[in-house]
């Protein structure tokens, strides 16, 4: 085991990982603003980069614009999903179980609208950065890489401010916390879990856009992100978008330096077992706050 | 109670009668409905009973099929032995991963089975000296029963329904008995029923033992119809459509169990005379049951019932 290639397993973790912690800051937002567990947070990505992929290879888009109405279809479906269903069924009191299983339920429409529509073929796109590499004690960076790191910080912090600085951000969180004291000051709280579903498609999207360029998507890709997403913000306390990043990075860490001892196509054993152990022994999420609810 | 009997007893002509009336491809899909019933029945009381939600059940169904194909085809050994192997297997694994596991709640223990799902469905593809991986195990030989070979599914159809009525009875008593009560208990109030020295982690896992020896039996039941198993089968997609069994049709009600499996087997069926697009509209019909009768199909027929025989009571007055 070489210096290069540990460090070239840290790279990949922590590629992967920023995938994670995007689908996981989704689904996280979601849950803390709804109490609903999203199953189908992955398919959010899928349609973020199916969408970036047909307007930028059919309507010819330019990339930046694509990766825009990409993010924009995320949310979009998010708004949609939670007008269309989740509000009629938190009006009939629903019970946590089924919206797991309305969730699932769209997750398996959603999969099967695109192997219908657009086909079973996986799509890439083009790197964020262009094609180059960097060397790093001979472990090969891709540009695309540094630009994800990049832009996972900059939407961690940017969601952050959002959520103590701004007066939606503070509503939202306020509904989440108490949704009847939100109530009587005034904080419409519905329209506050419209905003966490917007919030969490376009989280998801992003995700999904920015993995495209590593990984080709196809309508089979929204499942495994889901449950790796969904690992990312266990591990981060599953009520904290922040959490679920460190809990994302931490997955795909443990992921790619766990293959380097054992066989690659051991990755999601590892990546799910770890999950189970940490879910068992340590109930807060890796960071140890209290106020995790699971149901 | 007279007209309740029957009931059952037109049931049963008919239920017997069937398989001689429908074509073989229906009297195919009826042998998978009474195989998913068993498998169902297994998810129908830990939901129902205990208010767990296993996403783990194709775990278990997998590993009957693999133990039934295994001991057949690469050891030659009796199918009985498969049978056997598989629910032992089964068994153990879920009492060892079930103490632990089942010690979360709520949306982490409906995560932790998803991940045991797809755990599971990994080493499938991976140890493939054991599974045959994607090429799978083919060649299975049909059950043989005291030298009459059940190689119809007319004649598979009865075998595997009696091991359902079988299972259902089990469900039944296991539900009516002092567990039973416990279990109630528990899945009502968990905090007053530990109160009353009811031993909620040991309870639970007996129900997931329970429901792992039910899925290893519909796995081997599958492996000995189909005559080939492979990963496909025992994917987490699998484990998805075994929770709408119970889902679907009302977690609480036996007979429920049934018209779930029938709604899992033959609606896709069905909906694929459509084209491709059958998939889709077998998503949206799932979304709209879960949405418009949140307590399944049984639930909707027993309020509708309610409704019609509070009518001819007005009525009657």
Known sequence: ?295 | MQSRLLWIAVALVIWAALPFFVPRNIADLLVFTGIYTIAGLGIGLLLGHCGIVNLAQATFYGLGAYASAYCTVMMGLPSIVGFVAGAAISMALAYVIGRPILRLTGYFLALGTLALSAIASALFFEWDWLTGGTLGIGGIPKLNLFGFVLDRPSRYYFFVWIVAFACMAAAHNLVDSRSGLMLRAMRDSSTAAAALSVDLQSLRTRVFVVCALFGSLAGSLFAHHASFVSTQSFGVDRSISFLLIPVIGGATSIPGIVVGALFVTFLPEFLSKLGDIHQILFGLALVAVVVLLPDGLMGAFGRLRTRLAARQGNHAR
């Not at chain 1, 708004?79 to 019970?95: C, D, G, H, T």
């Not at chain 1, 679920?244 to 380097?260: F, N, Q, Y």
């Open chain 1, 1 to 295: 085991m070489t210096l290069s290639l540990v460090l070239q397993a840290i790279f990949a973790g922590v590629t992967n990982g920023i995938v994670y912690a995007f689908v996981g800051m989704g689904l996280s937002a979601i849950f803390k603003g709804s109490r609903v567990i999203n199953a189908m947070q992955g398919e959010f990505a899928v349609i973020g980069a199916m969408t970036t992929v047909l307007l930028l290879t059919k309507s010819g888009w330019p990339y930046p614009a694509a990766i825009a109405g990409g993010v924009l279809a995320g949310a979009l479906v998010g708004a949609f999903i939670e007008v269309a269903f989740v509000r009629y069924m938190a009006k009939k009191n629903a019970s946590e179980d089924s919206f797991l299983l309305l969730t699932i339920g769209l997750a398996l429409t959603l999969s099967a609208s695109i192997l219908f529509f657009i086909g079973r073929d996986g799509h890439l796109l083009p790197p964020i950065g262009g094609e180059g590499v960097l060397l790093v004690l001979d472990a090969v960076i891709q540009f695309h890489a540094l630009w994800l790191i990049a832009i996972g910080i900059g939407a961690t912090l940017l969601l952050r401010a959002f959520c103590h600085r701004t007066t939606v951000g503070l509503s939202m969180m306020a509904a989440s916390i108490d949704a009847d004291g939100a109530a009587t000051t005034g904080i419409n709280v519905g329209r506050m879990r419209t905003y966490t579903f917007i919030l969490g498609g376009l989280l998801g999207a992003l995700g999904g856009i920015l993995v495209t360029p590593l990984i080709s998507v196809d309508y089979t890709l929204g499942l495994n992100l889901t449950l790796k997403g969904f690992a990312a913000a266990v591990l981060g306390g599953l009520t904290n978008p922040l959490g679920a990043a460190v809990g994302g990075i931490t997955l795909g860490l443990v992921e790619s330096l766990a293959i380097i001892g054992i066989s690659s196509s051991y990755k999601d054993v590892v990546a799910f077992s770890v999950l189970i152990i940490i879910m068992i022994l340590m109930p807060n999420g890796i960071l140890g706050r209290a106020g995790r609810r699971g149901g």
